[in-house]
């Protein structure tokens, strides 16, 4: 299934805009797209380790930019990471994994006003043929400036509980809570142990093995045209 991603949608974003800055959320995220784009187009391979870099230093600017107080940096720095770590996400999916190429068909991101746990959801790949038919799976989407961070298990778990009691998650099916990160390893020990087969990783070293995802100007020019 090929598709067009120069003509992807994904949905509207919820951006903050902390009100004291020159600078909104959505102009900072689509800036730094542009940015990504025009890196792309000058024939530079773009890597998790080059992406986490701009995300990083995209979002510390923005937190500074935006206010002094340092309680506060820190609160816009973690919100615009993950907030387009979480777009990023949502276009992957879309796009890379329109036929299941990682865990999950029919992505929608959740469209909670808290953050219970589940990120996004859809049904997973390997479970829509299986006996009992399609299976609803939930994600799990994290950003960290330290790669060699690992998501912990309380993490996942919140993801796992959001999406029995609101998703229709089967823990007796398998890949069905999947964690898309930036980090080396993914999840720590106690979350693979605990989670077993319904743990499923897309972590820094398979964004990385994608041919037609990050690494190529089509993907990124894609990402933003998408932006609403």
Not at 33 to 52: E, F, P, V
Not at 85 to 91: G, M, S
Request: glycine share 8%.
């Amino acid at each position: 299934m090929q598709l067009d991603m120069l003509n992807m949608k994904i949905n509207k974003p919820q951006f903050t805009h902390c009100g004291c800055g020159n600078l909104t959320e959505y102009e900072t995220t689509k800036t730094l797209i542009g940015s990504i784009l025009d890196i792309a187009k000058q024939g530079k391979l773009i890597t998790m380790k080059l992406l986490t870099k701009l995300i990083a230093k995209t979002g510390t600017d923005f937190a500074k930019n935006n206010t002094s107080d340092p309680i506060f940096q820190e609160e816009l720095y973690n919100r615009f990471v993950g907030d387009f770590f979480e777009l990023f996400a949502e276009y992957f999916f879309k796009t890379c994994s329109a036929v299941g190429q990682y865990g999950i068909i029919n992505y929608q991101p959740a469209n909670n006003t808290k953050d219970w746990g589940v990120d996004g959801y859809g049904i997973a790949a390997d479970q829509r043929e299986s006996v009992g038919g399609p299976t609803p799976a939930v994600v799990q989407v994290k950003f960290r400036s330290n790669p060699m961070d690992e998501i912990s298990y309380t993490m996942l778990a919140k993801t796992g509980w959001d999406g029995i009691k609101n998703y229709g998650l089967d823990i007796s099916r398998k890949n069905n809570v999947i964690l898309f990160t930036n980090t080396e390893n993914g999840s720590n020990y106690l979350a693979k142990d605990a989670l077993g087969d319904n743990l499923y990783v897309i972590k820094k070293s398979d964004l990385d093995k994608d041919q037609t995802g990050i690494k190529t100007v089509t993907f990124w020019e894609g990402f933003y045209n998408s932006m609403p």
